[in-house]
Every structure is written in structure tokens, then in C-alpha cells.
């Protein structure tokens, strides 16, 4: 299993970046994958999540600005973020799991870092 991320990186509030998560070694398309941050001295913070069926959940303090998607025909997972905040800023990583709204998983990538700051 294999999962990688890229699209990260430094941007001014109010800014805009697409993460994208390249999987492999796995049935993606049957997967429910989610998005996780960890931002420098906290704990993992789960931020979105889409079913295999393409349903989508997010936490609160990013619904409406983040976007998640998911393309099955290149195993491909991503995470439009807009309007982003300073509080956004955290190492971001896909990973497969099991529930809906938590931070846990069985894989997870190494992660893009996102740094929003003026």
C-alpha cells in the first residue's frame, strides 16, 4: 500500500492550494479515504472524509472553504482548500479508514505540509 501527497505549501491567508493523495496497492475505488492534519505540538485533527460512493463530511471549521474529491479512474484523491486561515497551517495526509468522522486509519501517506502566513 501506497500513498502519496503533494500540492502543498506556503500561502498568504485567504489563499488557495490543491492537495492531491496518488494511491496504490489497494482496491481505491471501494476505499473510504479521508484527510488528517497535524498541526506542530497537537494531536491528529481529522478534516474530511468521502465514501467509496463519493458521499463527503467535513469538520466544522473548514466546511464551506474545503473541498474533498475523490477520482477513481486514476486512484486519486484530493482536497481543494480555499480561503484558508493560519489555523489551516499543519502537516496535511490522506489516509484509508474505517469511520467516518475521526482521525483514525489503517494507511496514511507521509503528508504535505501547508503553511498559511503573510
Known amino acids: 500500500v501506497q500513498l502519496v501527497e503533494s500540492g502543498g505549501g506556503m500561502v498568504q491567508p485567504g489563499g488557495s492550494l490543491r492537495l492531491s493523495c496518488a494511491a496504490s496497492g489497494f482496491t481505491f475505488s ?5 484527510w488528517v492534519r497535524q498541526a506542530p505540538g497537537k494531536g491528529p485533527e481529522w478534516v474530511s472524509t468521502i465514501r467509496p460512493g463519493g458521499d463527503t463530511y467535513y469538520r466544522t471549521s473548514v466546511k464551506g472553504r474545503f473541498t474533498i474529491s475523490r477520482d ?4 486519486t484523491l484530493y482536497l481543494q482548500l480555499n480561503s484558508l486561515k493560519p489555523e489551516d497551517t ?6 484509508r479508514g474505517t469511520f467516518l468522522t475521526t482521525s483514525e486509519y489503517d494507511y496514511r501517506g507521509q503528508g504535505t505540509q501547508v503553511t498559511v502566513s503573510s
Do not use: D, E, G, V
Request: some cysteine.
Open 30 to 34: 471501494s476505499s473510504l479515504m479521508k
Open 72 to 75: 477513481n479512474t486514476k486512484n
Open 90 to 95: 499543519a502537516l496535511y495526509y490522506c489516509a
